[in-house]
């Protein structure tokens, strides 16, 4: 998207600058409009280019790369017993360090799950985001937020739509990187009432 936009400034700028060429005295108010607009398309593409560069939250992101094993402890319901899962995931930096795609295999309640996530942070918004697909459904989940402790814990609230119930369900997840080789997960079913309820933890640890 972004090579788009920077594509139709390009072509503005060089369509204004064009018609500036063959302007002659007696266009000078058509000129100074042109004028104001090629310095406008000017603004434009700087503060584009700007906004399309990494910092330091992907810089944070980037930390996770590499291959992961993990068991995840889950709950059905608050006084159901504690099910596991067991897997390996894979994060990778694309899109040169902009966005961070990790691709997981597991098992869960019997079942071989393959799951694809993509997480980056929009300096526009100055938001943490991301989606997340994986074989149990072909519903898309979607996730926002923001992070704390010097890059170290991402909050982000998640939802997708529930055909179950006709409508979204709303989930808050916290990563948090304990260190450069050990990172939680931890996902909280919320209510809509301001209630929540813990129902997944994470363990990943780096594959040596």
């Not at 795609?101 to 938001?127: C, F, P, V, W």
């Amino acid at each position: 998207m972004i090579q788009i936009k920077y594509g139709l400034l390009a072509l503005a700028i060089a369509v204004t600058l064009t018609g500036l060429a063959f302007a002659g005295p007696e266009h000078d108010h058509e000129h100074k409009g042109e004028e104001q607009a090629g310095g406008h398309e000017a603004e434009m593409m700087e503060m584009w280019a700007k906004l399309a560069v990494p910092g330091e939250h992907h810089a944070h992101m980037a930390k996770t790369v590499g291959t992961w094993d993990f068991k995840g402890e889950f709950w059905m319901a608050p006084d159901s017993p504690t099910m596991e899962s067991h897997g390996t995931a894979v994060v990778e930096s694309i899109l040169g360090g902009r966005f961070f795609q990790m691709t997981a295999d597991y098992d869960m309640m019997g079942q071989s799950i393959h799951s694809l996530g993509i997480e980056g942070y929009d300096n526009g918004q100055q938001k943490h985001i991301g989606v997340w697909f994986d074989t149990m459904g072909t519903l898309m989940a979607t996730a926002e937020g923001d992070c704390s402790d010097g890059g170290k814990v991402t909050t982000t609230y998640m939802s997708f739509f529930d055909p179950s119930v006709g409508k979204d369900k709303k989930y808050k997840n916290v990563v948090t990187m304990v260190d450069d080789n050990a990172m939680t997960f931890e996902s909280y079913e919320m209510d809509g009432e301001g209630g929540e309820r813990k129902m997944m933890v994470i363990t990943y640890t780096r594959k040596k």
